[in-house]
């Protein structure tokens, strides 16, 4: 649904929040001013760079997809961080039931699992109190996966234990992370087990409880896990060069390592709606301007 705003008042009518809450459509603003209070009420506003048809073929391509995470962006603003990972991990898993997903799986040929004998999926050295924390799966550019993840949490338990402790997130190899391990999707038990293995093994959780004390490092690609878990970070400098995307949408999916939380805390819930939808890949120079990252290291 397209709604003109170039001639809206700076009041939003009454009953539009409500109506908008459960409304099972992506809502988009045309128009009107910056700070305009019905345009920045919808679920994304669009700009010069983005078209209407742009966002109307990503939509149609996966509507239950784009309308759920255009639905649960609606409550941001609402939750706590933990209770957003809460809803974000049930959308996610919803959707891992669902016909799109389903489809994205069945089109894809499953690639050979990989095999990393001796290699620890997370590297963890501590200099006094500062404590570096490396993703060290350089051969397959990184890919999210459990070991990861666990290696994730073991490293921030350690931070989380002593309220001095620094913690430098970075990555081995040419991509900080290139996302999800696809070996892995589809290898939990059934969506409502990985739903509630998420809640017990939140790695977004246990940054954002000790995010003032972090730093991310990004650099080459950053897929997917790749950018919601650094956006938890005080602070995140990238390299020149460095990429952003969000592919889930595209997947029948939405982002599924707390990015729902994460991205909108700092290019707000309409930028991470679009950028979802159309799967635009930032360059480094926007996500600064946005707001994505803190610096561009110096080359």
């Known amino acids: 649904m397209a709604v003109d705003c170039s001639r809206s008042s ?42 209407l048809g742009a966002v109307q073929e990503a939509v149609q391509a996966n509507p239950q997809a784009a309308v759920a995470l255009a639905a649960h962006l609606r409550g941001h603003g609402h939750r706590s961080i ?38 620890e999926a997370v590297a963890v050295e501590r200099t006094g109190n500062d404590l570096a924390v490396t993703l060290n799966r350089p051969d397959q550019r990184n890919a999210f996966n459990a070991a990861m993840r666990d290696g994730l949490l073991a490293a921030l338990d350690v931070a989380m234990a002593d309220p001095d402790v620094r913690v430098v997130l970075s990555g081995h190899g040419p991509a900080f992370c290139s996302g999800g391990d696809l070996t892995e999707f589809g290898t939990s038990a059934d969506p409502a087990t990985a739903h509630i293995v998420r809640l017990r093994r939140n790695v977004g959780l246990a940054l954002a409880a000790i995010a003032d004390r972090v730093e991310a490092r990004v650099h080459g690609a950053c897929v997917g896990a790749g950018v919601e878990l ?28 707390g990015g729902t939380v994460s991205i909108p805390g700092r290019i707000g ?20 301007t946005w707001g994505l990252i803190d610096e561009i290291m110096t080359p």
Do not use: K, N
């Not at 939003?12 to 992506?26: I, N, S, W, Y």
């Not at 919803?94 to 489809?103: C, D, T």
């Open 269 to 288: 819930r309409q930028r991470t709606l679009v950028c979802a939808l159309l799967g635009q890949h930032l360059d480094a120079e926007t996500a600064l």
């Open 10 to 51: 700076a009041a939003v009518p009454d009953g539009v929040e409500h109506l908008l809450a459960g409304l099972p459509v992506v809502v988009l603003a045309l128009g009107g001013p910056a700070g305009d209070a019905l345009a920045d009420t919808l679920d994304a506003r669009l700009d010069d760079d983005v078209t």
């Open 230 to 257: 650094p956006a938890f970070a005080h602070r995140v400098v990238a390299a020149p060069g460095t990429t952003f995307w969000l592919p889930e949408i595209s997947m029948g999916l939405i982002p599924g390592a």
């Open 82 to 119: 933990g209770e957003g990972l809460v809803a974000e991990s049930a959308t996610y898993s919803l959707l891992q039931s669902g016909p799109e997903y389903e489809r994205w799986r069945s089109h894809r040929l499953p690639p050979a699992a990989s095999v990393e004998p001796g290699a």
